[in-house]
């Protein structure tokens, strides 16, 4: 499986996600796919301030991606604040 495939799978899985996140005010993008199997993904809207959004990105999120992109070890929120 190359780089590209993967990156396709975890697209399909976040649209499958997507409607869920929207209906509460929120939404995901894809960032990158890091050599160790890490999807980096940014969550937007009322998922930023929401209190149980590490919960949506472990359970829901991760869970999504691994089961349409097995070859994904993990998914991290990206870290905005980190660069600057």
Request: hydrophobic share 35%; glycine share 10%; charged share 25%.
């Amino acid at each position: 499986m190359n780089k590209e495939e993967t990156i396709g799978k975890i697209e399909k899985a976040l649209e499958e996600i997507r409607p869920f996140l929207n209906s509460d005010g929120g939404d995901i993008s894809f960032i990158e796919l890091k050599e160790d199997g890490t999807a980096v993904v940014k969550l937007h809207g009322a998922c930023t301030g929401c209190s149980v959004n590490q919960m949506t990105l472990k359970s829901g999120v991760e869970m999504t991606v691994k089961k349409h992109a097995p070859e994904v070890l993990r998914v991290q929120e990206v870290n905005l604040s980190a660069g600057a």
